[in-house]
């Protein structure tokens, strides 16, 4: 690695983390000034604070931090610019491609930190980040799919509730239907089914089963039945978020049983999948926008380049948010979505940097 290079990624690092020592503590005051009269409420503690804080931090560095490094390599490139340090290297003899290398060499550290953190780290802090959230914050929001629930347990066992409240573990119009083959075996029906906490089981109330058992069918009602099923019911409505609190192995398994159970929250699923991809490969190719709208002087000096770099990154954000919607509310394909912000970006890095090559 020539000096060139060291100089370059040392520039690339340092920025992006001042960037971010900068915008961070800015996001977690005003997110603290937002919340502080919930924390008085409930009497939170220092260290709940802190601990939530750290989460935050985590959260929302991985969410921005396409944009903190976009705007981060325009500044020092912008810098390089007006300073005509890019014009003494571009003359010394070395190649505007040669002289993205090092960009792309610090792009490639970000984007692997990034990959980790969405892969490991950043879904165990979404996880208690998200409990946090809707237990203290946001506690009376709908965070669960709770009407109309329909789950496969088995290949031969289906289940459905009308409806279901999470806070008191009770679900309505309960139905377990179990086939052998295309032959319904039995059928279970209750007005409600409810979790006992204290006893540990499952009570359900006007019970109804009708069996069939050599040609034979047998009924049987009941005012209220109390006994245990193999499944927790917080796990047949769980909450929308879930996928985001998982690891890289824990999501595909989830999404497998997930699809098998034909949930309606799987395209939702794929997409958090998806953008765990998207995401880091998205430093290349901000990085390569930023170096190619910042790499040469123009009039009006940085600020031009730093309010192009706002825009496109503000257009960034638009595309991502606008998939994401059409993925929740429609049956949009969730990698299409997850990757259009990116193609689209990789078409106009790839003329830009023909435009500034020349």
Do not use: C
């Amino acid at each position: 690695m020539k000096l060139l290079d060291r100089y370059i990624i040392r520039k690339y690092l340092s920025t992006f983390v001042v960037m971010l020592g900068m915008f961070i503590p800015i996001s977690v005051l005003v997110d603290l000034s937002q919340k502080i009269d919930k924390f008085k409420q409930y009497e939170l503690t220092q260290s709940e604070i802190l601990s939530h804080y750290y989460d935050f931090v985590w959260v929302f560095g991985y969410m921005l931090f396409p944009i903190f490094l976009f705007l981060s390599v325009i500044w020092f490139t912008s810098k390089l610019a007006s300073n005509t340090e890019v014009i003494a290297i571009l003359s010394s003899g070395v190649s505007f491609y040669r002289y993205l290398r090092p960009f792309v060499i610090a792009a490639t550290f970000i984007a692997l930190l990034a990959f980790g953190a969405s892969m490991f780290w950043v879904p165990n802090a979404s996880e208690r980040y998200n409990d946090f959230e809707y237990t203290y914050i946001n506690k009376n929001q709908k965070v669960r799919l709770t009407e109309n629930i329909y789950k496969q347990l088995s290949e031969n066992d289906f289940v459905y509730m009308s409806n279901y409240n999470a806070n008191r573990k009770i679900g309505y119009n309960f139905t377990w239907e179990h086939f052998e083959g295309d032959e319904l075996q039995y059928k279970i029906k209750a007005q409600n089914i409810r979790w006992v906490e204290k006893d540990s089981l499952h009570r359900l109330t006007k019970y109804f089963q009708r069996s069939i058992l050599n040609d034979e069918e047998f009924i049987r009602n009941e005012s209220r039945l109390d006994t245990l099923f193999n499944f927790d019911l917080d796990e047949l409505v769980p909450v929308t978020y879930k996928a985001q609190t998982l690891n890289f192995f824990e999501l595909n398994d989830y999404i497998k049983v997930e699809r098998e159970n034909g949930s309606p929250l799987i395209n939702h699923h794929l997409l958090v999948r998806h953008k765990r991809w998207a995401i880091p490969i998205s430093a290349f190719i901000l990085t390569l926008i930023a170096v190619a709208v910042a790499s040469f002087k123009k009039r009006g000096g940085m600020g031009v380049n730093l309010a192009m770099g706002i825009i496109l990154a503000f257009l960034y954000i638009f595309f991502d948010k606008i998939f994401e919607v059409m993925v929740e509310k429609s049956n949009f394909t969730p990698w299409i979505a997850a990757w259009t912000p990116n193609t689209l970006f990789a078409i106009l890095s790839i003329y830009l940097l023909r435009y500034a090559k020349r």
